[in-house]
């Protein structure tokens, strides 16, 4: 019964045999099409002129088919100019065209050399590809200039009406398009880079993503939900690395009453400890500010997240609560049983009988934070794409992507995590903590909804959640105390057991994959490639792509960030140097340089038939199949 109802809804898409026929036989062309190119990227953090440089190059795609498409035809200099061309059309136009004299000839040979590139594109590409990928004025037109051999005449009728620079622009998107055939975004879009909301933008402009949310991520939907600890995390973090122009400027989100507060509060305070990292171009007056907001902002943070630790007992954070331990007459406190100095005993706004209760200013504060974030219109709809392009886990092609691990036992068989008083582990605490994700935007019961709130904010900083996977969030020891002894935040076991085939080979059973042909794609811990540590673990079962693409990172991993690519040719691992900047890209035809390592590679051209996407197709093709034949036997009436 159910199969007949599918076949009748079915009918409605494809009403004849004709048009199921032709659908079918589109399929199979598409199945034997070469494998659509993968980018897999972490922790971008804000990055959004290298994200940008690494996107629209496809990590070196484009070089690859400038070269396949043109061989000698182009001089080096020719070839890294129509390469900037593509990756900044606008840009490189008015940089180019400066000289008027030269534009009839420049636009001339610039459409050509663009119709050569998607020309050979099409050895790979469908020509519905190329439809869907250009604007609908330009599609009709695109494949009648591919047909003839010197189009001049239509040429010479776009540079007259002035049409050629728009027709530039969608050639270059449609190139771009076809070259990358998915993105994985292995999460970490937001904090410490200035232009998060920037990366945003870019992915909504891109059907064909997903997103594994990471930590930094989570948190900012935290915050957009009005979740306080969320809300102080990301102020003060922005504070930190001198990026609260994204809250103030980039969202609209109204900070001068916490600047008034914290200027008043904090007015003769040197606040020790509360530097900013990075190093942050502000004015001497700006960066007193910033660091004045920056405590007002850890001192809130310590005390809403008590509030949510009392709520919220099965978290287990009750160690985390540390005001109430200081002891102003020795300057010191008790972490873990030890006694520490502290490096900063000014707290004008702790009342030490009651050492978390908000002060009524505390308390304008945090209500105006709340209503500026649950109000922002950008915020709210960048924090939609991420709720709807994202999941905590994507399995794609043999490929388990999620952003940081799964918690382990130090024996390497799966952690038990309680949350509200149940507990789940490996891929049922996934699919739980994905529901309460999911919860906090949409339930309808308020009490579900507060419950998936405030799991955010544990995801955050939580011992058992499989965005963080660290004994502890140190914020207030790396405040308050010197000794690193008491900074140390404890990794989960699985770290120590990458190496380790059994143990992995467990995690893609729990995941139900094949051991013998999975991988893990995974993020979040910058891997120290200066120090000699290698990204690909385990003979290839894990491959960790945080290269530290955020600046603050670089000094620690020693390159700009990794992008996993994989194609019909196999898989390799790209490290990137920093970026020279989006104006010497475009003036000098300078890109992110890159260094590539094959992970592996086919003994043939993967095609379309062989992927994930494949099956997909393989099911509708047999769907359509039955479809024809209850036509033909009469069981539903084609409608002719």
């Given at each position: 019964m159910k199969k007949a109802r599918y076949l009748e809804l079915l009918s409605h898409s494809f009403p004849t045999s004709r048009?199921?026929?032709?659908?079918?036989?589109?399929?199979?062309?598409?199945?034997?099409?070469?494998?659509?190119?993968?980018?897999?990227?972490?922790?971008?953090?804000?990055?959004?002129?290298?994200?940008?440089?690494?996107?629209?190059?496809?990590?070196?795609?484009?070089?690859?088919?400038?070269?396949?498409?043109?061989?000698?035809?182009?001089?080096?200099?020719?070839?890294?100019?129509?390469?900037?061309?593509?990756?900044?059309?606008?840009?490189?136009?008015e940089c180019i065209l400066e000289d008027e004299e030269e534009s009839v000839s420049w636009y001339e040979e610039s459409i050509s050399q663009l119709l050569v590139l998607v020309d050979y594109l099409l050895l790979t590409h469908s020509n519905q590809e190329l439809t869907e990928a250009l604007p609908e004025e330009f599609a009709a037109l695109t494949q009648d200039l591919l047909s003839l051999d010197y189009p001049t005449e239509i040429v010479s009728s776009l540079i007259s009406t002035n049409t050629a620079p728009d027709y530039i622009?969608?050639?270059?998107?449609?190139?771009?398009?076809?070259?990358?055939?998915?993105?994985h975004m292995v999460g970490d879009v937001y904090d410490r880079g200035p232009f998060p909301e920037l990366i945003m933008d870019e992915l909504a402009n891109s059907s064909r993503i997903d997103i594994q949310w990471g930590n930094h991520d989570i948190v900012w939907m935290g915050a957009a939900l009005g979740q306080r600890g969320c809300i102080a995390h990301v102020v003060r973090n922005c504070a930190r690395y001198g990026n609260l122009s994204i809250l103030s400027d980039a969202y609209g989100i109204n900070l001068l009453p916490l600047a008034n507060f914290?200027?008043?509060?904090?007015?003769?305070?040197?606040?020790?400890?509360?530097?900013?990292?990075?190093?942050?171009?502000?004015?001497?007056?700006?960066?007193?500010?910033?660091?004045?907001?920056?405590?007002?902002?850890?001192?809130?943070?310590?005390?809403?997240?008590?509030?949510h630790i009392d709520d919220n007992p099965s978290f287990n954070l009750e160690d985390r609560k540390l005001l109430h331990k200081i002891n102003l007459e020795t300057n010191t406190v008790e972490v873990d049983g030890i006694e520490y100095e502290i490096t900063d005993p000014v707290f004008p706004t702790v009342d030490w009988t009651d050492p978390y209760k908000l002060t009524d200013k505390e308390e304008a504060v945090m209500c105006s934070l709340e209503q500026a974030f649950l109000n922002c219109e950008k915020l709210q709809r960048h924090m939609a794409l991420l709720l709807e392009k994202g999941s905590l886990y994507k399995i794609e092609n043999n490929t388990l992507m999620y952003h940081a691990c799964v918690p382990l036992n130090p024996d390497g068989t799966l952690k038990e995590v309680n949350i509200y008083g149940k507990t789940y582990k490996g891929k049922a605490l996934?699919?739980?903590?994905?529901?309460?994700v999911r919860d906090a935007f949409t339930a309808k019961d308020p009490e579900s909804r507060k419950r998936g709130c405030d799991l955010l904010w544990y995801l955050w900083l939580g011992e058992g959640s499989p965005l963080f996977a660290k004994s502890k969030m140190a914020t207030f020891e790396i405040y308050l105390i010197e000794d690193k002894a008491a900074r140390k935040e404890v990794k989960n076991s699985y770290y120590s057991l990458l190496e380790d085939a059994d143990v992995l080979d467990a995690i893609f059973e729990d995941f139900g994959m094949n051991p013998e042909t999975a991988r893990i794609v995974c993020g979040h811990t910058p891997v120290k490639v200066k120090d000699g540590e290698d990204p690909v673990k385990c003979g290839g079962k894990v491959i960790i792509i945080d290269g530290g693409m955020s600046n603050a990172y670089q000094s620690t991993t020693g390159i700009a960030g990794f992008t996993l690519v994989s194609d019909a040719k196999g898989i390799r691992l790209v490290s990137h140097q920093p970026f020279v900047g989006s104006v010497a890209a475009i003036r000098e035809d300078r890109w992110v340089e890159s260094t590539e390592r094959i992970i592996s590679e086919t003994d043939h051209t993967l095609q379309v038939a062989e992927t994930d996407a494949g099956k997909h197709l393989k099911k509708r093709i047999a769907d359509l199949e039955k479809l024809i034949s209850a036509y033909r036997k009469g069981k539903i009436a084609e409608q002719i």
């Open positions: 048009q199921a026929t032709t659908a079918i036989a589109h399929y199979v062309g598409e199945l034997s099409l070469p494998k659509p190119t993968e980018l897999y990227i972490s922790d971008i953090h804000g990055e959004y002129e290298a994200f940008a440089n690494i996107l629209r190059t496809g990590c070196g795609s484009l070089q690859h088919a400038i070269e396949n498409a043109f061989g000698e035809s182009l001089t080096d200099q020719e070839k890294a100019a129509l390469t900037c061309l593509i990756c900044y059309p606008q840009e490189k136009m622009e969608a050639l270059c998107l449609a190139v771009r398009t076809l070259l990358v055939g998915k993105l914290a200027l008043e509060a904090y007015k003769d305070d040197p606040c020790v400890g509360y530097g900013l990292k990075g190093n942050p171009n502000l004015s001497p007056q700006e960066l007193g500010l910033t660091i004045k907001i920056q405590k007002a902002m850890a001192i809130l943070q310590f005390k809403v997240e008590a509030k996934f699919d739980a903590v994905d529901k309460y």
